[in-house]
């Protein structure tokens, strides 16, 4: 009998804002196992979690592994979402859900250290990381970075 559940693993995502408001996006390596295409798609610095790392553990991880930054001052949930990504498994596949969380960095332009995982980076504002993420991310995620703009501006004000 087949199984009527789906089963999903648990990722995390960082949206790091540095002190001008824009969010750093990462270029995907296309030569690197488990990417969608051979074009290359922006995305956050993230990844799944380790067995034993708390969410907030492994998004600094990752995040330290794929940028090298390890100076976030305020990491908070920003949302979770469903990803249409599978992975492939030896058993069949599964879904991936990413825990997003919004870090602030006090720094405008901090030197990034890219992993093998990644071709260059860039600070975008929200708006233009929304466009530039829409091709990988799921729609409820693009509509919630492009409010973070908004969202700043009025804080501003």
Not at 1 to 23: P, S, V
Not at 36 to 62: F, T, Y
Not at 79 to 102: C, H, N
Not at 120 to 149: F, G, M, N, T, Y
Request: proline residues 5%; hydrophobic residues 35%.
């Amino acid at each position: 009998m087949e199984r009527k559940e789906d089963c999903f693993h648990l990722g995390a995502k960082a949206l790091i804002q540095n002190t001008e408001g824009k969010l750093l996006l990462l270029k995907k390596n296309p030569k690197k196992p488990h990417q969608k295409s051979v074009e290359c798609l922006w995305d956050l610095p993230g990844g799944r979690i380790h067995k034993g790392e708390s969410l907030e553990e492994a998004l600094k991880r990752e995040v330290y592994e794929e940028t090298g930054l390890n100076n976030m001052t305020k990491i908070e949930p920003f949302t979770m979402v469903l990803s249409e990504s599978r992975i492939p498994l030896q058993e069949g596949d599964v879904g991936l859900i990413y825990a997003v969380y919004l870090c602030h960095i006090l720094d405008d332009s901090p030197s990034i250290q890219l992993s093998d995982e990644h071709l260059s980076h860039i600070w975008v504002l929200p708006r233009e990381a929304a466009d530039l993420l829409a091709a990988i991310c799921p729609a409820q995620l693009i509509k919630r970075i492009s409010q973070l703009q908004k969202e700043s501006h009025e804080t501003t004000k």
